[in-house]
């Protein structure tokens, strides 16, 4: 029988990349947010990258781990390795977060947030995380904000290998390898986790494993001005757990996406760009016959146009196909689902002054059309400071789940949000960057399980609330030769207004420290996160979990003939908590990672 909770966590071991800078030399560019590239500091609202030199400090961790220590991002778990990891961007629900895999969106259909579990740390270049509204360039889901997981292309890098083991019985394995020449380049890897785990329920005592054996590949090619390009991401294997009544019982997994695109310059001042994508995500339980499985079929045609010195134009459609099939606690559905989006969005610079005006509507053939609106403007008040202001709508139209999966209503209405956003950047000297943002997220018709039997448990799904978080996030950043420290608070109010209760599994305040040094060719670093008090699922009222603080310790170390070795403390305090009430988290582990370059 399928899990209905959506929230978990997933632990696994990355592998090894290269020792790098510290410091990234250049500012990281950030497509997301605008569907173009721009300097992060150039970009209007809150938005954040994770470097690929980040990713490296975490041999013993999925991407949840490395999302969690960023402002405003919060994760639950129930359990081990392989559990369905659940995202809370700013207060929002885990389902209001739209997830893409090099801009391929791999929320499923079915039921739950996007198995970012499965995603290998070893694999991604970068993560761009843009938090607000995002509708209006992506249709459903982006009420939270968008996560952008971009894949490695190791075109140049030649052949690695790595292997890996640590607490739990985990061991790993893997390798990459890359070819470019001067029309074609390309890049394959792939990457392989065996792990025991421990307990997913509080008094079991059978551990529950997880396994994962996850491909990656791109290949590229330009032709007289015209760019060529597909690539493919693949995860499948098994993950085991504890049921409601403490069996053991596991089930098989498949995530992946393909696409193909081109892009070319038509005319001066004008770029379009053509890509056809699927996507998968399936779950087969093994016990039973129960199964979810989505396939997604997208079409996205963009176009950049550049309106003298002062106008940067994007216009575009985006097509939408959805197969979402499910039989679970005996009921079963098989629905089809289309949906088309139409964009456009004017970036204009005047001085000091930035201005960014988009608007997108939705034809969803289930609920209609939907308009939806971004509004930003930015000031530099000086070299060194600048403010901004931005404001956003967006919805989320009921997945097939809702409407006809257990408790399942099928006459309910999208979820609809508003935002609004304050923030002021300062530069001081050139080592240090602070930030602060104010926030408000409004969203009606928050759908909801609503328990009308508590013997049984039985209930039906109901747009019932109205929620508002208001916030304050404030972030700093410290680079300095071989120094990076970087640091993070949000203080938010996660209220349901229904209830005049504080949303689930959200703290009030949540705090991130990250500390990294190099030494020469080698590097140490330091992870801190301390979370608040949250209430979580109970009867007749919620009950509180306890605030916690998690510290992780890394090194890695540069070892001769091409050699690394990386090795992480989980939990160094060995900390005793819960993010889903009557679930176990991670005690105190060890894991590490030993990489061959092959030069």
Do not use: C
């Not at 930015?378 to 901004?388: C, D, H, N, T």
């Not at 039906?460 to 120094?483: F, H, K, M, S």
């Amino acid at each position: 029988m399928f899990r209905v909770v959506t929230i978990s966590l997933a632990a696994g071991i990355g592998m090894l990349q290269p020792i790098g800078a510290l410091a990234e030399p250049i500012e990281p560019i950030l497509v997301t947010a605008t569907r173009t590239t721009q300097p992060l500091g150039d970009v209007l609202g809150s938005v954040e990258v994770i470097s690929r030199e980040e990713l490296a400090r975490l041999p013993a961790a999925d991407v949840a781990d490395a999302l969690r220590l960023r402002a405003g991002i919060e994760i639950a778990r129930t359990g081990g390795p392989g559990q369905q990891t659940s995202l809370f961007l700013r207060g929002t629900e885990s389902n209001h977060v739209l997830v893409l895999v090099d801009g391929v969106r791999i929320n499923p259909g079915t039921i739950g947030s996007a198995a970012v579990q499965n995603l290998t740390p070893s694999m991604i270049e970068r993560i761009e995380i843009v938090k607000g509204p995002r509708s209006t360039l992506y249709g459903s889901d982006a009420l939270g904000g968008v996560i952008n997981v971009i894949t490695r292309r190791d075109t140049a890098a030649g052949l690695n290998l790595a292997f890996g083991a640590g607490s739990f019985g985990t061991r790993t394995a893997g390798f990459s390898a890359g070819v470019a020449g001067e029309r074609l380049e390309g890049s394959l890897a792939a990457y392989w986790l065996d792990s025991d785990g421990f307990p997913t329920r509080s008094g079991d005592r059978t551990d529950r494993g997880y396994r994962n054996l996850s491909v990656n590949g791109a290949v590229r090619a330009s032709l007289d001005g015209l760019e060529l390009g597909a690539r493919a991401w693949h995860a499948s294997g098994t993950s085991e757990y504890s049921d409601f009544f403490v069996t053991p019982i596991d089930q098989d997994f498949v995530n992946s996406t393909f696409a193909v695109d081109a892009s070319g310059q038509p005319a001066e001042g004008w770029r379009t760009h053509l890509s056809v994508s699927h996507a998968t995500d399936e779950i087969a339980q093994n016990q039973s016959r129960d199964f979810l499985r989505t396939r997604r079929w997208q079409a996205d045609w963009q176009n950049d146009f550049t309106l003298g010195s002062h106008h940067a134009i994007t216009a575009g459609v985006l097509l939408q196909t959805e197969v979402a099939q499910s039989d679970s606690f005996g009921l079963g559905f098989d629905e089809t689902t289309d949906s088309r989006l139409a964009y456009l969005q004017d970036q204009a610079v005047f001085g000091r002054h930035r201005l960014l005006l988009a608007a997108g509507h939705t034809d969803h053939d289930a609920f209609g059309g939907h308009f939806t609106w971004n509004a930003e403007y930015g000031l530099a008040l000086g070299a060194a400071s600048s403010l901004w202001v931005a404001a956003g709508t967006a919805f989320r139209a009921p997945d097939a789940t809702d409407r006809f999966g257990f408790g399942g209503t099928p006459d309910l209405e999208p979820e609809s949000s508003r935002s609004y956003e304050l923030g002021f950047r300062q530069h001081v000297g050139e080592n240090h960057l602070f930030s602060l943002v104010a926030f408000r997220n409004e969203i009606d018709n928050l759908i909801q399980y609503v328990v009308t039997d508590y013997e049984t448990f039985e209930g039906e799904n109901r747009n019932v609330d109205r929620t508002r978080i208001d916030g304050l996030e404030a972030t700093w950043q410290y680079t300095n030769g071989p120094w990076l420290a970087r640091a993070g608070a949000t203080l938010q109010d996660p209220q349901d207004l229904s209830a005049g209760t504080q949303l689930l599994r959200r703290a009030r305040e949540n705090f991130t420290l990250a500390v990294a040094r190099q030494l020469g060719p080698h590097e140490v670093s330091i992870d801190l996160l301390a979370a608040g008090q949250r209430l979580d699922f109970g009867y007749p009222e919620p009950v509180p979990l306890d605030g916690y603080v998690l510290a992780n310790l890394s090194a890695r170390v540069a070892l001769p003939r091409n050699w690394t070795l990386t090795a992480r403390l989980e939990n160094l305090l060995d900390e005793q908590y819960e993010l889903a009430r009557g679930y176990n988290t991670m005690d105190r582990s060890l894991f590490f990672s030993l990489r061959h370059d092959f030069r």
